[in-house]
């Protein structure tokens, strides 16, 4: 994760690490040997872009440490393999889980970055085979090969996203079963959990449907669904502290006002 070449309203998200992993987490840095609250999440729960993102609101809310492992682009792969992950949510005393997408994890088709999920890897044998017309070294990122795909071969496309979703649902299952604590999903995206098929790859959590979501959310100890509009303001208007050339990225994120919704929610769960 690169922090380098900040504007001048970019934030300082103070990175850190913790033992046994190379990954890079927001900071501050946590004492993990206090009790804690853990919350694990793609970029929204990191709080990108954004100063005081609901984990650190929550935890102001209950009075209580809440622990950010909120990873940029993360997908389930890493919360499960991860060694700082697995030792935070073994000593957590429950855990908040944003539902991740499909696509950035290791599957059948291809492999992705272990912490970097968004990271396109290499594409298996099979994958070739289907594509074969498809030069696969052309691709750094997941959502840009998949993009790629869909353009080439709508069927084709199809039977790889079939393996993604039937991935995802096993690998969540098997996450939440692992935990030794309470799991309480939060859906945090600018869609609602949906069946409708899009003509377009869409927002996060990538392929994600409302029937997969109801195969894993019994699972868990509870669901929150928080979704957030666009209301046409710019994202500097809603709050949002950003770099050079990244008011982009900075429209799709949640903004103070959404983070603070989340904490209030999850603050009636847990509190």
């Known amino acids: 994760m690169s922090y380098a070449q900040l504007g001048r309203d970019a934030l300082d998200y ?6 046994g992993s190379p990954m890079t987490f927001r900071g501050p840095k946590c004492d993990l040997e206090e009790p804690y609250i853990l919350c694990l999440g793609g970029s929204e729960t990191f709080g990108k872009f954004s100063t005081d993102p609901f984990p650190d609101r929550l935890g102001d809310r209950l009075g209580r440490r809440v622990v950010n492992m ?10 499960l393999h991860d060694a700082a992950v ?7 005393q429950a855990v908040v889980l944003q539902v991740p997408g499909a696509a950035n994890m290791s599957n059948r088709f291809f492999t992705v970055h272990p912490r970097r999920n968004d990271r396109f890897l290499k594409a298996s044998t099979m994958m070739r085979t289907i594509f074969r017309e498809v030069d696969f070294t052309e691709f ?23 393996e993604l979703r039937a991935a995802w649902v096993a690998r969540m299952a098997q996450l939440i079963e692992r935990s030794p604590v309470p799991v309480h999903l939060l859906w945090l995206s600018h869609r609602a959990p949906s069946d409708e098929v899009m003509a377009e790859l869409g927002y996060d959590p990538l392929f994600v449907t409302a029937t997969m979501l109801d195969e894993v959310a019994p699972l868990a100890d509870s669901l929150s669904v928080a979704v957030w509009e666009d209301d046409g303001r710019a994202p500097e208007d809603r709050g949002l502290s950003f770099g050079r050339g990244e008011e982009a990225a900075a429209s799709v994120m949640p903004g103070p006002a959404d983070h603070e919704r989340v904490s209030q929610v999850l603050a009636e769960l847990l509190g």
Request: contains cysteine.
């Open 70 to 79: 909120g990873a940029m682009n993360a997908g389930v792969d890493l919360f």
């Open 140 to 162: 750094h990122f997941t959502r840009h090969m998949l993009s790629a795909l869909k353009a080439r071969s709508a069927d084709r496309f199809a039977v790889v996203v079939e």
């Open 86 to 92: 697995k030792a935070a949510m073994g000593r957590a």
């Open 14 to 19: 103070q990175p850190c690490q913790y033992p």
